[in-house]
């Protein structure tokens, strides 16, 4: 499973668009990325999920290379509330059996929104 | 009602005493996994099962085990727990694709 490098923290202020920019050099052809927010005391929440070029759902969007060996989660005019920990993935789907086998989660990203 | 649930919540106890946590889903999903984070770590897994007959250790497993009541059940036991247990403890479960999980609300563990 390909290793994710991500920065540790981030701050940003309310309004502004956040990039936060995840690494994935060994990342593989059948590999998908996959975004998680963290909220404290709470479980994982699913964000958005991407193979290549840009997907966007209603919360944010996913910019990915040609080369995919990098991600960029982008989350529009962020809020207080968007204060969490940010986890990039790399999950590999199982042509045969379907699904991934397992998600790793690194340390994640801390994004601090100031008003 | 939530979809994933976890008991207890909290739990205290103290090393060498048997531990078993519970997850319950309403999802209908098949798949379910075991994952704890320790503070400021992303989070690990321990088990996971793909249905009742099919469990698998994760990158944690050594101290730990499970069972797989039934498709909406799913517990892991720790069978004589250690200070180095102590975390915060995730179920999850997910459909076929896999990298859509939905996680319970945890249950934080301190093994004294």
């Known amino acids: 499973l390909a290793k994710t490098t991500q920065p540790i923290s981030m701050d940003s202020y309310e309004g502004q668009e956040v990039n936060i920019t995840c690494s994935h050099n060994?990342?593989?052809?059948?590999?998908?990325i996959t975004w998680y927010q963290q909220f404290p005391s709470q479980g994982p929440r699913f964000i958005i999920q991407g193979y290549k070029t840009k997907v966007t759902n209603e919360v944010a969007s996913l910019f990915i290379p040609a080369d995919r060996k990098s991600s960029t989660l982008s989350l529009p005019r962020v809020s207080l509330s968007d204060t969490a920990v940010y986890y990039c993935l790399v999950g590999r789907y199982r042509l045969f059996s379907g699904g991934y086998n397992k998600l790793i989660f690194g340390a994640g990203t801390r994004l601090a929104v100031h008003p | 009602d939530a979809d994933v649930t976890q008991t207890p919540r909290n739990r205290i106890t103290k090393t060498g005493k048997r531990i078993m946590l519970e997850c319950s889903q309403t999802k209908g999903h098949d798949r379910m996994y075991w994952y704890r984070q320790d503070p400021g770590l992303g989070l690990r897994l321990i088990y996971y099962s793909f249905d009742v007959k099919d469990i698998n250790k994760g990158e944690i497993s050594d101290g730990y085990s499970v069972s797989r009541q039934a498709q909406a059940k799913f517990s892991l036991s720790l069978e004589s727990a250690i200070p180095n247990q102590t975390a915060l403890y995730f179920c999850?479960?997910?459909?076929?694709?896999?990298?859509?999980?939905?996680f319970g609300p945890g249950t934080r563990l301190t093994v004294l």
């Open positions: 060994n990342i593989a052809t059948n590999d998908y």
């Open positions: 999850a479960t997910s459909g076929l694709q896999g990298y859509e999980q939905f």
